[in-house]
């Protein structure tokens, strides 16, 4: 039996199927050779990764139940390309979520040198998310 959480929103369970979708390197490596052509069959898929032809149809199946593949059956092969567009409203809400959310309490959440980061005053390093070495 499913219990369902109220706190959880529907987005939030389609954001986290794709990202359990994308949790393995091998599908990562697809979606960026899907990225990379218009389109590819399985044939193609399995030259390029260097994996079995059952192992890629696996993840494609698993990247077309999450929406960020879609495939088209074209004569006796199916033809795979990236949902762009649900790839990128993915990415908006990781970068969403990582601006709502910046844990090291910093002043400059958007910027991409984390080294140089310092807490806002008045945030110890520990609740910031830095080890006191």
Known sequence: MKFIDPDISATDETVARKLAALAHPARLRLLR??????????????????????????????????????????????????????????????????????????EHAGDDDHRDRQPKPGISAQAAGQKDI
Not at 71 to 88: D, F, G, K, L, M
Request: with cysteine; proline share 1%.
């Open 33 to 106: 050779q899907l990225g990379a052509a218009d389109s590819c069959c399985v044939k193609d898929l399995v030259r390029r990764a260097g994996l079995a032809q059952s192992t890629v149809s696996q993840h494609l199946k698993i990247l077309v139940e999450a929406e960020l593949v879609s495939y088209r059956p074209q004569q006796q092969r199916s033809c795979y390309t990236i949902n762009a567009a649900s790839v990128r409203e993915l990415a908006g809400v990781i970068g969403q979520t990582l601006d709502q959310c910046c844990g090291c309490g910093c």
